[in-house]
C-alpha cells in the first residue's frame, strides 16, 4: 500500500549541477502534478500530467523539465540547479480531476538545498 | 492567477480551546478542498466542499464553504495536540484545460497540551 512513492527524500546539490527527482505511484492514476513548497509560501505548481504521454506547464515551470512516459513514473529534472531552486518538492497524483472533487495524495517530499 | 488568502498565518492555543481558521478569495471556486500537512509529510485531504453554503463534520472539525463559493472556514472544537499542524485550503476551478488547485499559504497551528 505505497500510494505515491519519491525519491531521493534528501538532496543537496552544487550551483549548476542537474539531477532527477523521482516519483512514483501505484494507484493507477491519471492524474499527476509536481509542487514546490516554500516557507510561508504555500504550494507552488510546477508541471501536471493528465496521462501518459501528455504534460503541462503549471505556475512556476522555468528551470525544470517532465516527461511521463507511463502511468506509474513522472520525474522532475532540474538541469541547471540554481539557489532559487531550493525547496520541498512534493509529487502528488488524483483519479482525476475534471470535477475538483477527487482528493491528490501526495508523496513525503524531497528537500533540495542549491548551494 | 487565483488567490487563496488564509487567516490567522499562525495560531498557539492551549488544548480544549475552539478556533477558527478563514480561507478567502475575490474568485469563486467550483470546489474547495482542506488538507492537514504534518511536519516531513505530505498534506493529507481532510474534506471537500463543492455546494455553496455546504457544511461538513469530520468528528471535532466543521468545514463551511461559503454562500457565493468564494471562502470557507475551518472549525475546530476543544482543540487536542493531534490537532497541530500546517491546515491548507486549495481552491478548483472548472475551465477548459484547468486541472489546477490553487493552494493557500496555510495556517500554522500548535495546540499547547
Known amino acids: 500500500n505505497a500510494g505515491v512513492t519519491q525519491t531521493p527524500k534528501f538532496r543537496i546539490l552544487k550551483i549548476g549541477q542537474s539531477m532527477t527527482l523521482q516519483c512514483t505511484q501505484d494507484?493507477?492514476?491519471?492524474?499527476m502534478y509536481w509542487y514546490r513548497q516554500d516557507p510561508g509560501m504555500g504550494l507552488k505548481l510546477i508541471y501536471y500530467s493528465v496521462g501518459a504521454g501528455i504534460t503541462d506547464k503549471g505556475e512556476v515551470p522555468n528551470g525544470y523539465n517532465v516527461s511521463r512516459s507511463t502511468t506509474e513514473d513522472f520525474p522532475l529534472r532540474l538541469e541547471l540547479a540554481a539557489p532559487s531552486q531550493t525547496s520541498v518538492y512534493f509529487c502528488?497524483?488524483?483519479?482525476?480531476?475534471?470535477?475538483?472533487?477527487?482528493?491528490?495524495?501526495f508523496g513525503d517530499g524531497t528537500r533540495l538545498s542549491i548551494l | 492567477t487565483q488567490l487563496l488568502e488564509q487567516s490567522p498565518q499562525f495560531l498557539s492555543i492551549q488544548e480544549g480551546e475552539n478556533l477558527t481558521v478563514y480561507c478567502n478569495s475575490s474568485?469563486?471556486?467550483?470546489?474547495l478542498q482542506w488538507y492537514r500537512q504534518e511536519p516531513g509529510e505530505g498534506p493529507v485531504l481532510l474534506v471537500t466542499?463543492?455546494?455553496?453554503?455546504e457544511v461538513k463534520k469530520l468528528k471535532r472539525l466543521t468545514f463551511q464553504f461559503g454562500d457565493a463559493r468564494k471562502d470557507s472556514s475551518l472549525h475546530i472544537t476543544a482543540a487536542q495536540p493531534g490537532d497541530t499542524g500546517l491546515y491548507l485550503c486549495a481552491g478548483f476551478h472548472t475551465g477548459a484545460g484547468s486541472y489546477q488547485l490553487t493552494f493557500g499559504k496555510g495556517t500554522k497551528l500548535s495546540v499547547i497540551p
Open positions: 474568485s469563486v471556486f467550483s470546489s
Open positions: 502528488a497524483s488524483s483519479y482525476s480531476q475534471g470535477s475538483g472533487n477527487q482528493p491528490q495524495h
Open positions: 494507484m493507477n492514476h491519471n492524474y
Open positions: 466542499v463543492v455546494t455553496g453554503g
